[in-house]
């Protein structure tokens, strides 16, 4: 979908030669997409994508706010129901309705369900979060930007929780938060 300038990914991504599957099951890719520490975020988009930075997450803000106000860095506020989607998965209803954030209308098209995200652990002699633990599914959508903290091994994140109507922003470890990942580009 199209908003601010840059195409934006529909889905999480799921690129399989990084991250990890959601309880450690493949076949969760195409539901939840793969949860990926920052350092693996970094390089984990398709040729032509990348992962979006502050200022993009700050750009899609500006829209949904019909605002100049800068977000960068910032809370966004109010637009956690714009950015949802009212989803189903094995008949439980993914985003439960809290007054203060409304219906999910997904109006951006971006399709946001509440994966969660991992606290991965670190990665064992093969290369595999062997102790990753799941957390959040059904509350928070969490998502890495390009941007990393001020603090040594910190990166910024973007989360929405289901209790609140704003999309907030979080510092995770760069080695060890699993994070959710959609992918960016400029318009062609």
């Not at 989607?85 to 439960?96: L, R």
């Not at 007054?99 to 971006?110: D, H, I, K, M, Y």
């Not at 990393?148 to 510092?171: H, L, N, V």
């Amino acid at each position: 979908t199209t908003i601010a300038g840059l195409d934006w990914f529909k889905q999480n991504l799921a690129y399989t030669e990084s991250g990890i599957p959601f309880r450690n099951s493949e076949a969760m890719d195409g539901v939840f997409g793969r949860y990926y520490s920052y350092n693996d975020a970094v390089n984990a988009c398709p040729s032509g994508w990348r992962l979006p930075s502050e200022a993009d997450w700050n750009a899609l803000g500006k829209v949904l706010n019909e605002t100049n106000d800068d977000y960068a860095g910032k809370i966004i506020p109010g637009v956690a129901g714009k950015l949802i989607t009212d989803a189903y998965f094995n008949g439980i209803k993914m985003w439960e309705y809290w007054p203060a954030v409304g219906r999910p209308n997904n109006e951006t098209g971006l399709g946001i369900i509440p994966a969660g995200y991992s606290n991965l652990g670190l990665k064992n002699a093969e290369g595999v979060y062997a102790s990753a633990k799941f957390t959040g599914v059904y509350e928070y959508a969490t998502f890495w930007t390009a941007d990393k903290a001020d603090e040594e091994g910190m990166a910024y994140y973007r989360y929405i929780y289901c209790e609140q109507p704003d999309f907030m922003i979080g510092k995770g470890d760069v080695n060890t938060f699993g994070a959710s990942v959609r992918c960016v580009r400029d318009v062609k």
